[in-house]
């Protein structure tokens, strides 16, 4: 049952790129997140450890592009009106970035708080040395964070396959690379 004509032209290529990649990022860092411990303690903890704050650094560099884009160039494609699922998709969007941005900044604080070595290159000194509680506290919440994005995001990607496969309109070929 098609509830609506066909919206707008898709995104256009940055966009797409920019979405897509801040999912492999979001998918790869919290893949990478939830094992760092399964790997054992010594060099090959302490690379897994780095690549995650090396790839949290794109994320946070994609991150802040995306949010530039969005408000400069960015292609702004119309939603359905005045709907509740556009209402929905919209709190939706503001919730991604919102998540996006307190995971990244959580992260940051956690590498800072606990003190890191990035690839035996980069020393990040710890600002709390010894203060267990306030580490574990960042911990937590950077965890919290990125497991909320993740469940957030998969309730966005049901959204799109929704729109596919029963609403049976072109929102999520907006999102996908042109034939």
């Known amino acids: 049952m098609n509830t609506s004509a066909p919206l707008a032209q ?4 940055r966009t797409r790129a920019l979405h ?7 998918i790869g860092l919290w893949s990478l997140g939830q094992t760092i411990d399964w790997f054992p303690k010594g060099s090959l903890r302490a690379i897994a450890r780095s690549t995650h704050i090396a790839f949290g650094v794109v994320l946070a560099l994609v991150l802040i592009r995306r949010i530039w884009w969005r408000f400069t160039d960015g292609v702004h494609v119309p939603r359905a009106p005045g709907s509740a699922v556009d209402a929905i998709a919209g709190l939706t969007h503001k919730l991604l970035y ?3 941005v307190a995971t990244v ?6 590498a800072w708080i606990r003190g890191d070595t990035v690839f035996m290159l980069l020393k990040i000194p710890a600002l709390y040395p010894g203060n267990a509680d306030l580490k574990e506290l960042v911990e937590d919440w950077h965890s919290w964070a990125a497991n909320t994005l993740l469940i957030v995001a998969g ?14 309109d072109d929102i999520l070929q907006r999102m996908l690379p042109r034939r």
């Not at 900044?105 to 956690?110: Q, T, Y």
């Not at 309730?155 to 049976?168: R, W």
């Open 98 to 100: 919102l998540l996006l």
């Open 155 to 168: 309730l966005h990607a049901a959204g799109a396959l929704l729109h596919h496969f029963v609403l049976k």
């Open 105 to 110: 900044l959580l992260g940051i604080a956690n």
């Open 10 to 13: 898709g995104y256009d290529a």
């Open 20 to 26: 897509w990649l801040t999912a492999a990022l979001v």
